[in-house]
């Protein structure tokens, strides 16, 4: 099991590299750092309060880049949307089909 400092840290390179693959579009990128963020998360749930008390100053920057990356997607979709509303033949005066988010 890694550290909270270890699992801290691969958290935030794993958010940069979702930032620079949602920026490049490149999806196979984004699912990878989903799976990533997931796997870490969960390792970070099972850290002992007092080793998380170590990188509690890290916690806040963390939470941010989540937001900042959360934000980014957000708007990642909203566009492939509007592309959809372009490209798709309303029919009724909606989107032919929609996007959802996987849960």
């Known amino acids: 099991m ?3 400092r270890e699992t801290v ?4 390179k794993v958010l940069t590299e979702e930032r620079s693959a949602i920026r490049r579009v490149d999806t196979s990128a984004v699912a990878e ?15 002992s309060l007092t080793d998380l008390a170590t990188v509690s100053t890290d916690l806040p920057l963390l939470r941010a880049e989540l937001r900042r ?6 708007h990642a979709r909203s566009c492939v949307a509007e592309l959809l509303d372009i490209a798709a033949p309303k029919q009724g005066g909606a989107r032919r089909g929609t996007l959802r988010a996987r849960v």
């Open 2 to 4: 890694s550290t909270a």
């Open 9 to 12: 840290d691969a958290l935030l």
């Open 33 to 47: 750092a989903a799976r990533n963020k997931e796997r870490l998360a969960k390792e970070l749930g099972a850290i």
């Open 69 to 74: 990356n959360g934000v980014l997607l957000a």
